[in-house]
T-cell receptor, first 110, second 118 residues
Framework: GENVEQHPSTLSVQEGDSAVIKCTYSDSASNYFPWYKQELGKRPQLIIDIRSNVGEKKDQRIAVTLNKTAKHFSLHITETQPEDSAVYFCAASRYDKIIFGKGTRLHILP | GAVVSQHPSWVICKSGTSVKIECRSLDFQATTMFWYRQFPKQSLMLMATSNEGSKATYEQGVEKDKFLINHASLTLSTLTVTSAHPEDSSFYIC??????????????FGNGTRLTVT
């Protein structure tokens, strides 16, 4: 089955700087890669997703890149703000169930 | 947008009792719903895939007789934790996809149920 690895587990960045979270997946047939943000005690919220026929997608301060050959994808957050502090999960899917990475706890430092 | 309603949001029960958690898609239909479990500071671990009108598919290591899943309609799936024990205490979250948007569409999550077994 699919296995998703996510790094780093914890990331601290100065407010205004960029944050990058990286994930790798094992199943070359996976074709959908969503990213979720989870605040403490709340449900995960989809922030951006990318499909395997696209190499990059951007939505304001958030961007995701996908390298199918290397089977890795990354989340980029620019001009970070305090409200970006949360746990971020990458995930991979092949037509059905979605498998999550272990998560990255992002701290935005004032 | 698509809404998934999950109840109860929290429950405390005594060891040995059973607890039922409901997951409803309010404005879309879902032939498949997914049940995840999340321990503190850990990731969402897929427990099982709930299939409307047929048996659920359980992930390796998840006891199907302990975690009973019923998906009787296109908008409702239930998870029953039978004979709960303290180690079952966790955050249970259901999710669903809108069948009208195809298999590779976003998962919509319920608010989760925090189960505490005393």
């Amino acid at each position: 089955g699919e296995n998703v690895e996510q790094h780093p587990s914890t990331l601290s960045v100065q407010e205004g700087d960029s944050a990058v979270i990286k994930c790798t997946y094992s199943d070359s047939a996976s074709n959908y890669f969503p990213w979720y943000k989870q605040e403490l005690g709340k449900r995960p919220q989809l922030i951006i997703d990318i499909r395997s026929n696209v190499g990059e997608k951007k939505d304001q301060r958030i961007a995701v890149t996908l390298n199918k050959t290397a089977k890795h994808f990354s989340l980029h957050i620019t001009e970070t703000q305090p409200e970006d502090s949360a746990v971020y999960f990458c995930a991979a899917s092949r037509y059905d169930k979605i498998i999550f990475g272990k998560g990255t706890r992002l701290h935005i430092l004032p | 947008g698509a809404v998934v309603s999950q109840h109860p949001s929290w429950v405390i029960c005594k060891s040995g009792t059973s607890v039922k958690i409901e997951c409803r898609s309010l404005d879309f239909q879902a032939t498949t719903m997914f049940w995840y479990r999340q321990f503190p500071k850990q990731s969402l671990m897929l427990m099982a895939t709930s299939n409307e009108g047929s048996k659920a598919t359980y992930e390796q290591g998840v006891e199907k007789d302990k975690f009973l899943i019923n998906h009787a309609s296109l908008t409702l799936s239930t998870l029953t934790v039978t004979s709960a024990h303290p180690e079952d205490s966790s955050f249970y979250i259901c999710s669903a996809r809108d069948i009208g948007r195809g298999n590779n569409s976003p998962l919509h999550f319920g608010n989760g149920t925090r189960l505490t077994v005393t």
